[in-house]
């Protein structure tokens, strides 16, 4: 509970700072990296503020970067990258949520970017849809609710949209954040 009030004051504290920095019209400009990623605008900047801020985080280590415009998915890659994903992808989410702020600050991005580093979200995705899937089994063999672990909007998103193809079963997103989980119901429950 406290590593939750520390992220959210560091992030409340960074998006202070871009508003004093929006009001003195200052920008944060980044001369330092060596390839430009402003081919088409604010997308390629994100991506550019990214790559510095993983830069600075992992001093020393080479970061390299791929970028899905279409998908508005920048990935990152690199030696022992792990501190930036942190347990259970939090430090991944904060990294994301302050890339956004500032690219919704900054009025360089219209949707939400992605971020996935070493992998780490597609792979756990998959882990996310086996998971899913076995319990809607489950959830339907013993004709009773299942309820899973609490997930990020995102990836209680995936889940509600695959399960939703399963006729035997149907979901529902309960609970307060950062609790907030998928509760599965088969369509026929035991009426003990």
């Not at 009001?23 to 990623?37: A, F, M, P, V, W």
């Not at 280590?61 to 690199?78: A, P, R, T």
Request: charged letters at 35%.
């Amino acid at each position: 509970m406290e590593e939750n009030g520390n992220m959210k004051s560091a992030i409340d504290d960074f998006v202070e700072s871009l508003e004093k920095e929006r009001q003195s019209n200052k920008l944060i400009e980044d001369n330092s990296s060596k390839k430009s990623y402003k081919k088409s605008g604010g997308f390629y900047e994100i991506a550019s503020k990214l790559k510095k801020i993983m830069e600075m985080t992992c001093i020393g280590q080479e970061i390299k970067i791929e970028i899905d415009e279409s998908n508005y998915l920048i990935s990152i890659h690199g030696k022992d990258l792990s501190v930036l994903i942190g347990k259970d992808g939090k430090v991944i989410d904060a990294i994301e949520k302050i890339i956004n702020l500032i690219g919704k600050r900054k009025k360089l991005i219209k949707k939400r970017v992605f971020i996935d580093i070493e992998n780490y979200r597609k792979d756990n995705l998959k882990k996310i849809e086996k998971v899913a899937i076995k319990m809607a089994k489950k959830a339907v063999n013993e004709r009773k609710k299942i309820t899973l672990k609490p997930m990020p909007s995102y990836e209680r998103k995936i889940v509600h949209n695959m399960l939703a193809k399963i006729k035997e079963v149907k979901t529902q997103s309960r609970f307060n954040e950062p609790n907030r989980r998928v509760v599965i119901y088969p369509v026929k429950q035991n009426n003990n």
